[in-house]
């Protein structure tokens, strides 16, 4: 079964930097990583999730949310079967819970919708303090 776990959630202070990982596992040759789409979410404390980014099977098309567009930069490296997101100039308002995301059987375009994604991580806490 296909598991997705988050790494480098921390707090950090305004204008720094993290990057967070997303390690799969799981996927078989009828389901692979590569033929797959991947994304990042993330939920304020009692707000909705709401997508981040999100990242093409090949990694040559993504999509980012406009809160996050020049600041944030998702990537995957199929090779690890790892996606991750590069966090720049972090503000307060980037305080949540991030998850990654995967989906199944096959992907095209960039899907964005909550929907179009199978599997899912725990989460990883980034604390953006002023």
């Known amino acids: 079964q296909v598991q997705l776990v988050e790494s480098g959630g921390t707090s950090v202070q305004a204008g720094g930097s993290l990057r967070l990982s997303c390690a799969a596992s799981?996927?078989?040759?009828?389901?692979?990583?590569?033929?797959?789409?991947m994304g990042w979410f993330r939920q304020p404390a009692g707000k909705e999730r709401e997508v981040v980014a999100a990242?093409?099977?090949?990694?040559?098309?993504?999509y980012y949310a406009d809160s996050v567009k020049g600041r944030f930069t998702i990537s995957r490296d199929n090779a690890k079967n790892t996606h991750y997101l590069s966090m720049n100039s972090l503000k307060p308002d980037d305080t949540a819970m991030y998850y990654c995301a995967a989906s199944a059987w096959g992907c095209a375009g960039v899907p964005v919708r909550q929907s179009s994604y199978h599997y899912w991580g725990q989460g990883t806490q980034v604390t953006v303090s002023s």
């Open positions: 990242i093409s099977s090949g990694g040559y098309s993504t």
């Open positions: 799981g996927f078989t040759y009828s389901n692979t990583y590569n033929m797959n789409c």
